[in-house]
Every structure is written in C-alpha cells, then in structure tokens.
C-alpha cells in the first residue's frame, strides 16, 4: 500500500509540475493590467476580465496568424505523414541496394543545428519566390520532419507481420491494396502518432517562421505573439490570452486522434 500511495503521488506531483504554467497562463490572461503588477504572486487574481481575449481576437492581427499556422501545420501534418508511411514501409519490407546510405543521410539531416540551415535554406528559397510564404515554410518545415517520421513509421510496420500482407496477395490483392486494406489500418495508432508529432512541432516552431518570413500576412502565431512586445513593455495580459487560444486547436487534434493512439497495433488480426 506504502509504495502504491507514493507510486500515485509521484503521478499527482508530476500532473501538477507539468499543468501548473498552463493555469498560470490561463490565470494571467483573464487578470486586468491595473492589478497584473500590484496585487503581487497569487494564486488567482481579486477580479477578472475578458478584455485581452476580445483584444485579441477583434483589434489585432492574431485570428491571421492563427489561420497561417493552421494551415501550415495541418498541411505539413498531412504531408510529412503520406510522405512517412510510404518511405517507412519501403524501409521495413524491401531490401534495395544503397538502403543503408539513405538511412545513414536522413540520420545526419538531424545532426546539424537549425541556426546553421537558415542561410543556405534562405538562398535556395529565395530565387524561387519560397521566401515569405507559406508555401516555402510547409516546405521546410515537410523537409526536417520526414525523416524523424519515417524512422517512427518503420517502427510500426515492422511489428506488424509480414504473413498479413503476403496472405493478402496471395488472395488476388496487389503489393499497394495489401499495403492500403491490411497494412495502414493496422498502423492507424502510429499514424495518428506520427500526425501528432509533425502537427506540434509546426504547430510551435518560430525559428524558420521568423527568419523566412518577413510580411504580416504570412506570420504563424509563434511570430505573431512577439507583436505584443514593444520596445519598451511587453503586454503580458494579451500575450497570455493569445497563447490559450493557440492551446485550442492542438488539444482539439490530440482529442480527435487520442483513441488511436491508444489502440493495439495489431487489434482485430488475424487470431490463433
């Protein structure tokens, strides 16, 4: 008993280290700037207010840059994972001359630090009308998480059966119908993985979208929250709020992915 009640209060201790800047988040966004700086640290503030959420959302740019990146990220989510699950599956169950060569660069893609890309990224962008747009950062952005969600694709198919696939064909079904009707299904949990990873990490990147992009109109939010620093303050009531905002649209995808991430990979296959 002893060592299941610390077991859960390790658990407990760890939820409240982990949800305790979100609250403080939530909790700063709703203060009123008359009080933010005068009633010192508490844990709620003596009144309330919904100004910087309607500042916000009706007098600044934010609900632009809060479509830009979900369009991005949507977009890279949905791209990166195609491009993934087809690569993944490739690496899993053939064995082609220079397999090992490809996987060695796509490992070394992530040795090099972000800072050391920006430049040669920018001149390869720029000629080609990629730089302050959308479109050159779903590129990017595609381009440094297709190999991480490869690897993490692999790793599924390969615990899946071959014999699933080969029975398949047998019956009559072609290598891609064997891949589309017995395969992906069984790897929903990993794609639904792997859909959630590129999403978070498109979702929040600024790097990129600060160096690559120069106009308001293809700002991400990441870059549109440093529009409530000024030269001399920084708004941290409506920077809050903006931040709770930009936590919708990832807990909303978590939700809609959250029972196949769950699931077992190879739930309903063949038994026996």
Not at 226 to 244: E, H, P, R, T, Y
Not at 252 to 257: G, V
Request: proline share 5%; glycine share 6%.
């Amino acid at each position: 008993m002893l060592y299941w009640g610390s077991h859960y209060l390790m658990i407990a201790a760890f939820v409240i280290f982990a949800l305790f800047p979100l609250y403080w988040l939530l909790k700063v966004s709703v203060t009123p700037n008359d009080i933010l700086y005068t009633e010192g640290v508490r844990m709620w503030p003596s009144r309330t207010t919904w100004d910087n959420y309607t500042f916000v959302l009706t007098q600044s740019n934010f609900p632009h840059y809060f479509m830009n990146s979900v369009i991005v990220a949507g977009t890279t989510a949905a791209v990166t994972t195609v491009i993934a699950a087809l690569t993944g599956y490739a690496f899993s169950r053939f064995a082609f001359r220079g397999k090992v060569i490809i996987v060695a660069l796509m490992l070394i893609t992530q040795m090099f630090p972000l800072v050391m890309l920006i430049a040669p990224i920018f001149k390869i962008l720029a000629p080609l009308g990629l730089t302050d747009s959308l479109t050159g950062l779903i590129i990017v952005y595609t381009a440094f998480n297709v190999p991480f969600a490869t690897f993490l694709m692999q790793s599924f198919f390969d615990g899946i059966p071959k014999d699933l696939e080969e029975a398949a064909m047998i019956d009559g079904n072609t290598r891609f119908e064997a891949f589309r009707a017995i395969i992906l299904p069984l790897t929903l949990p990993g794609v639904a993985a792997t859909l959630g990873f590129v999403f978070t990490a498109a979702w929040s990147e600024l790097l990129f979208a600060l160096m690559l992009v120069s106009s308001e109109s293809a700002s991400t939010f990441p870059v549109g929250l440093l529009s409530f620093v000024s030269k001399f303050s920084v708004d941290f009531g409506q920077m809050m709020a903006a931040g709770v905002l930009a936590l919708i649209p990832a807990c909303l995808f978590f939700l809609l992915i959250q029972r196949y991430l769950v699931q077992g990979l190879t739930a309903g296959a063949v038994k026996g």
